[in-house]
C-alpha cells in the first residue's frame, strides 16, 4: 500500500474507516495507484461488518489539487487509460453505508466532485472548490454533469463544472455542495463527530434511509461511462495536448 494514501480504523470500536491524502508535496496530486489503493480501502471498509462509516481528508492546506498531471501527459500521449479511476469512482457511487468528507484549502477537479457522492462535507471557509475541465479540454466526471444541476441547479453547476469558476467554502454551503463551514481548527472534530454520531445509529435503517434520499446509483454510474467516454476522446485531442504542455510550461 503507497503511504500516498493513509488508511486506519478510528473510533472505540473502529467503526469508522477512514482514508486520507498524503501527498502534500505534490499537493495531493492523485496517481492510479492512489486511486486503486482509495478503491481498495472502500471495498474492505464495505465488507467489514465493523465499519459503519467512510471518511475522506487531506492535509492541512489541501484536499487534493486532482488527478496527477504526469498521468494525464501519459495518456495524451497516447498511454493507456487504466481502470484505477473508474474503479475507485464505481465503488464511491455504489457505497451502501454513509461517508464524511473533510475539506481544508485546495479541492481541485476530482477533489471537487467527490463530494457529490458524499453524505456530509465539512470544510473551511477559505477552500477552494474548482473543476477547470473546460480550461485543459477536458469534460465533467464522477457523474457530477448529473449529480451537480440536481443539487444546485443549472445555473450554480454550469459556474463551476463548464466556466470553471472557484466556490470558496462558503460558496459551496449555499449553493449546496457541502453540509457546512467549519474553521480549520474545528474541521477534524467536527468530520469525526459526524461520523462518530452516524456509527451509532442502526446500520440497516440508515443504510435504507441513505440509500432512499440519494439517487439511483445506475443512472449516475451510467452517467460515469458517458463522461469517461468523453474525456477520455478529449484527453487526447490536439487542444488538450496543447494545453497540457501550457500547464506544464507555466508549472517550470
Do not use: W
Request: glycine content about 8%.
Amino acid at each position: 500500500m503507497t503511504d500516498h494514501i493513509l488508511t486506519e480504523r478510528a473510533g472505540e470500536t473502529g467503526a469508522i474507516n477512514v482514508i486520507r491524502f498524503n501527498r502534500p508535496d505534490k499537493r495531493n496530486a492523485i496517481t492510479r495507484a492512489m486511486y486503486a489503493t482509495m478503491a481498495k480501502a472502500l471495498i474492505e471498509g464495505e465488507r467489514d461488518e465493523k465499519v459503519r462509516v467512510h471518511v475522506m481528508l487531506g492535509t492541512p492546506g489541501v484536499f487534493t489539487s486532482g488527478n496527477d498531471m504526469q498521468d494525464f501527459m501519459a495518456v495524451a500521449m497516447g498511454g493507456d487509460n487504466g481502470t484505477e479511476v473508474f474503479d475507485f469512482l464505481g465503488c464511491l457511487a455504489s457505497l451502501e453505508k454513509p461517508i464524511v468528507t473533510g475539506v481544508d484549502g485546495l479541492a481541485i477537479g476530482i477533489g471537487t466532485t467527490i463530494h457529490m457522492h458524499c453524505d456530509m462535507t465539512f470544510a473551511t471557509p477559505d477552500s477552494r472548490f474548482h473543476t477547470p475541465f473546460t480550461d485543459l479540454a477536458l469534460v465533467p466526471e464522477a457523474g457530477s454533469s448529473l449529480l451537480a444541476p440536481t443539487a444546485m441547479g443549472h445555473q450554480k453547476a454550469f459556474a463551476l463544472l463548464a466556466a470553471g469558476i472557484p466556490f470558496s467554502g462558503e460558496e459551496a454551503e449555499r449553493a449546496g455542495l457541502i453540509y457546512k463551514t467549519v474553521s480549520a481548527a474545528e474541521l477534524e472534530p467536527a468530520v469525526f463527530a459526524a461520523a462518530e454520531h452516524l456509527a451509532q445509529k442502526p446500520p440497516k435503517a440508515l443504510a435504507i434511509s441513505r440509500r432512499l434520499v440519494k439517487p439511483d446509483p445506475a443512472p449516475v454510474v451510467a452517467r460515469m461511462r458517458e463522461e469517461a467516454e468523453h474525456f477520455a476522446n478529449q484527453l487526447k485531442s490536439a487542444e488538450a495536448l496543447a494545453a497540457f504542455q501550457a500547464f506544464m510550461a507555466r508549472k517550470k
